[in-house]
């Protein structure tokens, strides 16, 4: 039987992909994959929850991954973090972009920007249950729903 690999593994393993020195990269780097892989755990979890039009679908995704849900998330996860990933938060959120959310403050779009970069590393390191724990957690705090 062949052993079963994590989906960043199984990434590496097909595509022949380098392991960098995870300290290298941008916290916008960071961001970049935690933003998508974020979306990716929500969309799971929609679609998971019941089959339905793809508007629907669209509208409860929409509510929990907006600048605004994720500051709020962000907040509320600081004391669950440990100094490694406050360390990388602080680094995202402190990132200078060049884009700007169209219906966010920049406080609110910073913090979702480190939220999105402790994610993205926690991907990137496989540290898939803790994502997911920090993810749920954050979730349970702020109250919503999905």
């Keep these: 039987m062949e052993e079963s690999l ?10 022949v992909c380098d392991r960098v020195d995870i300290r290298t990269y941008s916290p916008l780097t960071l961001a970049f994959v935690g933003d ?13 929850r019941g089959n339905t039009a793809p508007g629907v679908l669209h509208t ?8 605004q849900a ?4 962000a ?13 990388v938060y602080r680094r995202g959120r402190n990132a200078h972009s060049h884009s ?9 779009y ?3 920007t ?3 970069a402790l994610y993205g590393f926690l991907y990137l390191t496989d540290q898939t249950d803790r994502l997911l724990w920090l993810i749920a957690k954050g979730l349970e705090l702020t109250g919503q729903q999905i």
């Design 60 to 67: 409860k995704k929409s509510s929990i991954v907006k600048a």
């Design 110 to 112: 910073r913090k979702a």
């Design 75 to 87: 907040d509320a996860l600081m004391e669950e973090l440990t100094a490694e990933e406050q360390a």
């Design 114 to 116: 480190g939220l999105e």
């Design 100 to 108: 700007a959310a169209k219906n966010a403050s920049i406080g609110d």
């Design 70 to 73: 994720q500051a709020a998330q």
């Design 36 to 48: 998508c892989i974020y979306d990716l755990v929500i969309r799971t979890i929609v679609v998971e």
């Design 6 to 15: 994590s989906l960043l593994g199984a990434i590496r393993k097909k595509f």
